[in-house]
């Protein structure tokens, strides 16, 4: 005789007032509990690695301001938006710092007075922030009307 052979064989009790949990949710509660939800995401974002801002020369200054001027020219006498590949700085969202970023890009305008390059898509992108810009088209950087 088994110690419980007496209720091995009675129905499970159930209440009349509280309904049956479906197995879906009892499992649940067996489920790992993260007692720091997002703490993971938080320490990835603190290693993340942000760059600093580069200062310019003043020889790079006049370079890159002699590039700008010969693109605002191109800008206003040919008829497509010329083509460029710019490296600039981007500032990071969330900390101090960010990145260099080089994309190849067709420049609508630059403005002098807001000192933005207006581009094909809309975006601007601040002249402060310019490191390089390298001509993609047939004509090189030269001297408005030369080559």
Not at 72 to 99: C, I, M, N, S
Request: hydrophobic share 35%.
């Amino acid at each position: 005789m088994c110690p419980y052979d007496d209720i091995i064989d009675l129905p499970h009790p159930t209440s009349d007032k509280h309904p049956r949990m479906p197995m879906k949710n009892r499992a649940a509660q067996f489920s790992p509990f993260a007692a720091l939800t997002g703490y993971e995401a938080i320490l990835r974002e603190t290693a993340r690695l942000t760059g600093r801002r580069v200062e310019l020369d003043e020889q790079q200054l006049e370079e890159l301001d002699r590039q700008l001027v010969v693109l605002a020219a191109r800008t206003e006498q040919e008829p497509e938006p010329p083509e460029v590949k710019l490296t600039y700085f981007q500032q990071d969202p969330l900390k101090v710092g960010g990145e260099y970023v080089t994309e190849t890009v067709r420049v609508r305008r630059v403005d002098p007075i807001y000192r933005v390059l207006e581009l094909e898509d809309r975006r601007l992108i601040e002249i402060a922030s310019l490191l390089r810009v390298e001509d993609c088209g047939a004509a090189a950087f030269s001297e408005p009307g030369v080559g």
